[in-house]
């Protein structure tokens, strides 16, 4: 088994940052991505950010030169740094972790963190 524990949602201002962080543990082995997914009410969850092994993070046009993301595979991490940050940034924040198990992708998701930016 395999768990994710999110951190670091919150109520922020427009323009102001927030940082989201994602420990994974249990089995984590195989490793093929890890990344950051929203949903906002009445939305489809969408790919915020992610990084696929030996690819450079890729992102969603809306967050593109304000969020960064990064991994650490030596501590099953990854963080979101979100700046610059506006309304339409308020969502259910959802970390995910591709593992490769018996040659099949498997989708493990945190428990969601609120992030809610204030007009």
């Known amino acids: 088994q395999v768990q994710l524990v999110e951190s670091g949602g919150g109520l922020v201002q427009t323009g102001g940052s927030l940082t989201l962080s994602c420990t994974a543990s249990?089995?984590?082995?195989?490793?093929?991505?890890m990344g950051w997914f929203r949903q906002a009410p009445g939305k489809q969850r969408e790919l915020v950010a992610a990084i696929v092994n030996g690819n450079n993070p890729d992102y969603a046009d809306s967050v593109k030169g304000r969020f960064t993301i990064s991994r650490d595979n030596a501590k099953n991490t990854v963080a979101l740094q979100m700046n610059s940050l506006k309304p339409e940034d308020t969502a259910v924040y959802y970390c995910?972790?591709?593992?490769?198990?018996?040659?099949?992708?498997?989708?493990?998701w945190g428990q969601g963190t609120q992030v809610t930016v204030s007009s």
């Open positions: 995910n972790v591709d593992l490769w198990v018996s040659g099949v992708l498997r989708d493990y």
């Open positions: 249990g089995n984590v082995f195989n490793v093929n991505a």
